[in-house]
């Protein structure tokens, strides 16, 4: 390249980088006349500043719209820079979607049932002079700043590690299959006291004041492996029936529960975590859950089994999927001793010599939770041997109007040697329904049952009485006392439901459950039912909160029902 050539593309680089800081200056300028007509207060009008024709294609607004920010107001004509959007204009060509016919009458149904929440929370509102929680989505002007977190509350004893504390984890011990144990004891539990006055029609009268203890010692050896002692000092169990410590106020006398029976001890683990040696390349699938002990047990939401404590070996194989399956946990459990039976015409009764087996697995789908379970009771007399099967599933509803939660339940029992009070035949229907009302953080749920025949479940303990205590408040017993159900919870020929309206105050320290529910028999044996009742609950701290219920009742040809009752408990 000569010099000449040199001068003449030093004089286009000269012109090209001069022409990019006008331009450059130029928009500068333009941003800063545009911030100070933005800050003057006397100005009520932008005037149009000259802009590059490529770029005024893209900012001028062609329809002039006064536009208002705070106190100020700015007009924008054409040729003139505004820095706001567009506004949107309603399409009317565009069709609204309208919800299906069944869409319509379903969440139309519901939605007329949530009627009676907002009078409701007013009513409780004034009663307990808490507010009641709503959600707010409105951003506040001002930074909250660090709100301080709440300590955590430590539990009765921990030894070597603290229950979710932060902290280094200690060193551990090699056992000689491998396992690496970091062994620490924690000791933790609830109590529970109350005042009890029951009268429901049928049953004896109750009026009392009754505690319970449950203590519980746990010796955590690794993340899978522990061994748990469970005590419930207060309250006796003595042939199927619990005796708790405390004072008849009735008959002028006191209570005596005290023992030292043991409720809970188990040990489970993991067969791969315990003996790592046998799969150090993690290649034999031998991840298999146990347990072996004393230990509570449920399955089917306690439909078809629900115990406090029965003997028991359960062996787990867990995280399988595949095929449309995220996940599949079967459960093979055998049990040899302390299995209470589900009376149909009285309190349930702990079996003589009874075994039980069974099969019991959960299925992770896209849209569902499915269980599917089976369980076979019998005994050496063959007298009341029963086969329980159960099928449910789990999901979420998304609807037209709101998103509701559900689970369905299909059971059946049947005996093998002749239907009896502890082994009857028959079918269980049951439906839970739940959901949030918009623009509230409460909730309302419905559950619906029906029993055809004689359904018995494979066992229940002494105070889970029948199958329809998961039915709500109602068909519940209080699990302290002879506080019993309002409504009868056996699920023999009875077709029946319930329905509920939880709300919340004082920031979720407070809450209302209101309910009304009854059943109807179907064998035309005139034993309908229904009641109402509320349960009032409140946090005192991190440790104590009182609860208080009460209902009515009315069945056929019996006087009115009712009780109340007052409770503390303590989680330590």
């Known amino acids: 390249m000569n010099r000449r050539d040199t001068q003449k593309w030093n004089s286009v680089f000269r012109k090209l980088a001069l022409n990019v800081m006008l331009r450059g200056c130029g928009c500068c300028l333009s941003i800063l006349i545009l911030q100070s007509n933005l800050l003057a207060e006397d100005s009520l009008e932008l005037l149009p500043l000259p802009l590059p024709a490529e770029s005024a294609s893209e900012l001028i607004i ?100 603290e229950f979710l504390a932060p902290g280094f984890l200690r060193q551990g011990i090699v056992t000689p299959t491998g396992a690496i144990w970091r062994p620490s004891l924690w000791v933790f539990g609830t109590f529970r006291t109350g005042i009890n006055q029951f009268e429901n029609g049928t049953s004896p009268d109750v009026t009392e004041w009754a505690n319970r203890l449950d203590l519980f010692t746990q010796l955590n050896l690794s993340g899978t492996e522990r061994v748990l002692l469970g005590l419930r000092p207060l309250d006796e169990q003595n042939n199927g029936t619990r005796q708790f410590s405390g004072y008849d106020f009735r008959n002028s006398n006191g209570l005596d529960g005290l023992n030292d029976q043991i409720q809970t001890l188990f040990f489970e683990g993991d067969f791969g975590e315990v003996f790592p040696y046998l799969d150090p390349y993690d290649r034999r699938a031998l991840d298999y859950g146990f347990s072996i002990g004393r230990q509570p047990m449920s399955f089917q939401q306690g439909l078809l089994l629900n115990e406090d404590r029965i003997d028991a070996l359960t062996i787990t194989r867990n995280t399988l999927n595949g095929n449309g399956i995220l996940n599949y946990r079967g459960t093979f459990v055998y049990a040899w001793n302390e299995i209470n039976r589900d009376n149909l015409t009285g309190p349930n009764v702990l079996g003589n010599d009874n075994q039980m087996i069974g099969y019991f697995t959960e299925t992770d789908i896209r849209s569902s939770t499915i269980n599917a379970d089976f369980a076979y009771v019998w005994s050496n007399s063959g007298a009341d041997d029963l086969a329980v099967m159960g099928l449910s599933s789990i999901q979420r509803i998304h609807g037209f109007e709101n998103t509701y939660n559900s689970s369905a339940h299909i059971l059946a029992s049947f005996p093998t040697n002749g239907e009896t009070n502890l082994a009857g035949q028959g079918e269980l229907l049951f439906h839970q329904l739940s959901w949030t009302p918009h623009h509230t953080n409460d909730l309302i749920f419905l559950n619906t049952f029906w029993g055809i025949d004689q359904f018995t479940s494979a066992s229940r303990g002494p105070l889970n009485g029948g199958p329809l205590g998961q039915t709500g408040l109602l068909f519940s017993a209080a699990g302290l006392g002879n506080y019993g159900a309002p409504l009868d919870n056996n699920a023999s020929n009875v077709i029946g439901a319930s329905l509920g309206y939880q709300l919340f105050f004082c920031d979720t320290r407070e809450q209302i459950i209101w ?19 509320i349960r009032y609950q409140k946090a005192l701290n991190q440790h104590w909160f009182l609860i208080m219920d009460t209902f009515a009742s009315k069945r056929e040809s019996t006087d009115p029902g009712h009780g109340i009752r007052f409770e503390l408990q303590s989680k330590f």
Request: aromatic content about 8%.
């Open 62 to 161: 062609p329809d002039e719209e006064c536009y208002q920010l705070h106190d100020y107001h700015y007009y924008s004509g054409p040729g003139s820079l505004s820095p706001f959007a567009p506004p949107v204009q309603y399409d009317h060509s565009v069709v609204e979607e309208k919800p299906p016919l069944f869409s319509e009458l379903s969440e139309g149904f519901l939605h007329a049932l949530e009627t009676p929440a907002e009078p409701l929370a007013h009513l409780f509102e004034h009663l307990l002079c808490s507010e009641h929680v709503e959600p707010h989505t409105d951003l506040d002007r001002h930074a909250i700043g660090i709100q301080p977190v709440p300590e955590r509350p430590p539990l009765l004893l921990e030894l070597n590690e």
């Open 515 to 533: 309910e009304i529910g009854g059943r109807q028999d179907t064998d035309g044996t005139n034993d309908a039912a229904i009641a109402t009742g």
